[in-house]
């Protein structure tokens, strides 16, 4: 693509250089070459990747080109998102390949224009899969799935039946979608344990990326729900009932037990614990190993919390300092 295309697609200001400069990727500044693209998210930055080998770059609205920049430059109100775009614009999409010969394809399913199934993939009976999606090697969609156009499911993932993916849904290798839920119902007298029906259903919304092996349990009897641009990590571990809002970002080694929400913009750090039925507001930030507790609400919008039960940063280290002051007094 050009630099003219780009910015057709994406906004921002030519402000030096040629619009017919052709770019075949991105890099970082310190290697670039042309025809690669870079960044400057800041003044110092900035004028790094404007004197740098690429062949262009984006810098921040009202950057001033230094003497004897040669490449192509590009003015951005968030030059770090303009470039994240271009990558998407620029990254050489795989090429259909079709229904390799060793993937098992039900007669009953439906397969859109585009579709390419890869080797040992299986798509069940009576799912129906979307235009230039594709399932690599190894990965099972199940039964009565629904998954939507231009989505890509890695190797060895694994759809269980009635669950749905919107468009552009990423998932990565090693997720499962669609596994039952952790309920059970405990026999008071003999102390057996007997499973709470698992049949509800999981729906993932459009843009959503579920990291590798992340976990998302169906609902029991109703429905789990992602919603649309949700960004979720590895390792991640969702229950049932969930109902997590559009724009969210889980980090590793996060767990969400069943019946929870959060909500919308919300950010959640890694190893973050939530217990159910418990609800993180909208714009709520979760620092590191922050826990909410089973019940709990947590309505602090934009406000970075920490520990167990979750509090104000600032809180939550005026506790540390009054306990490190304790424990010095006791011990002199």
């Not at 998954?147 to 759809?159: F, N, Q, S």
């Not at 969702?238 to 559009?246: A, L, R, S, W």
């Not at 614990?273 to 979760?286: F, R």
């Amino acid at each position: 693509m050009t630099v003219g295309e780009l910015i057709e697609q994406l906004g921002g200001e030519l402000l030096r250089g040629d619009p017919e400069t052709e770019l075949v990727g991105v890099d970082e500044v310190g290697r670039a070459h042309s025809p690669y693209l870079v960044f400057g998210q800041d003044p110092v930055s900035a004028l790094r990747a404007a004197t740098s080998g690429a062949g262009a770059a984006v810098v921040p609205s009202g950057f001033v080109p230094p003497t004897g920049c040669e490449l192509a430059l590009v003015a951005a109100k968030q030059p770090r998102l303009w470039f994240s775009r271009a990558a998407a614009l620029l990254r050489t999409k795989p090429s259909f390949t079709g229904v390799h010969p060793t993937a098992v394809v039900a007669p009953e399913a439906q397969l859109g224009e585009g579709v390419s199934v890869g080797p040992g993939a299986v798509v069940g009976a009576w799912s129906v899969v979307g235009a230039f999606t594709r399932i690599e090697a190894g990965a099972i969609v199940s039964d009565h799935v629904n998954i939507g156009t231009d989505c890509r499911i890695h190797p060895r993932a694994v759809i269980y039946p009635f669950v749905g993916l919107g468009n552009r849904v990423v998932v990565h290798a090693g997720a499962v979608l669609g596994a039952d839920g952790f309920g059970y119902v405990r026999d008071v007298e003999t102390g057996a344990y007997t499973q709470f029906p698992q049949e509800g259903t999981l729906h993932i919304e459009d843009d959503v990326e579920i990291g590798a092996n992340t976990t998302i349990d169906r609902g029991a009897l109703a429905e789990t729900r992602i919603r649309r641009g949700t960004k979720i990590d590895n390792l991640v571990h969702i229950g049932h009932n969930c109902d997590i809002g559009e724009d969210v970002v889980i980090a590793a080694q996060t767990g969400i037990s069943g019946s929870s929400s959060v909500g919308r913009g919300a950010v959640l750090a890694g190893q973050v614990g939530i217990g159910d039925h418990a609800h993180v507001g909208d714009g709520v930030i979760l620092g590191g190993q922050a826990g909410v507790l089973s019940g709990k609400t947590v309505n602090t919008r934009g406000t970075v919390l920490w520990g167990t039960p979750a509090k104000p940063l600032r809180e939550y280290l005026r506790e540390l300092a009054t306990l490190a002051k304790l424990s010095r007094r006791k011990k002199d």
